[in-house]
């Protein structure tokens, strides 16, 4: 055997080692480590309107998704396929929040299908909205943050149990993170965005201020 076959040979089982080791380096997600942390946390018994909101917040991310990645494919925005990969791990998040208390997933697979009506309008609504233009597809994706923000504060105020809590108090970070990630896209737009859900002092502050640490 020549010594460039035995390289060659060689980078293939080096390949092989990488792809092996990185394998579950990459699956190691946030959500592992949010599922470590609820290992060690007791399980409650959720009243109804605690089920709800796991059910609701489930669907609302993806929600976020779906719309993130239709908006993508229409204008090209890589914020967009980005943010819209985080929102899967948002739903993955929601999802130990099911299973945990064994409810029934409220998640249809395909694009832009919901369980949840309201949501399902919501979905009509804002696509036809971002559809139009790539800066109204912006603005949608900043509403659409605002509101998971606001929707997670709501549902912690109904809940003092530690592992919906510290899912919830995440995903809000997480969609504060977003939010600023479609900031930085208004801006090289030149376009303003008007807040609908919390205050206008309050969006603007968190556009303004650095990433949190997921
Ligand atoms: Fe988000």
Known sequence: ??????????????????????????????????EVM???????ELTE???EGILYLREEEKL????????????????????????????DSMKLLVD?????????????RFSDPKLQQIYYTFLARGMTSR????????????????????????????????IYENLERGSRNHLRAY???LKKENLVYKAEYLSQAEVDSIMASPNERD
Not at 10 to 23: N, R
Not at 100 to 112: A, K, N, Q, S
């Open 1 to 34: 055997m020549n010594i460039s076959k035995r390289l060659s040979i060689l980078s293939i089982f080096v390949l092989a080692a990488v792809l092996v080791f990185q394998g579950p380096a990459l699956a190691a997600s946030h959500d592992d480590h949010l």
């Open 38 to 44: 609820l290992e060690g946390m007791p399980i409650g």
């Open 49 to 51: 309107e605690e089920k």
């Open 64 to 91: 976020a998704r779906d719309l993130y990645s239709a908006f993508y494919d229409k204008w090209g925005l890589r914020t967009f396929s980005q943010v819209s990969m985080s929102e899967k791990n948002h739903m």
């Open 100 to 112: 945990r208390y064994g409810l029934e997933d409220p998640v249809i697979e395909e694009r832009g």
């Open 135 to 166: 800066g109204e597809a912006i603005l949608v994706a900043l509403m659409v943050e605002e509101m998971d923000i606001y929707d997670f504060r709501e549902e912690q105020k109904k809940t003092d149990k530690p592992d919906l809590l510290v």
């Open 183 to 185: 900031g930085r896209q």
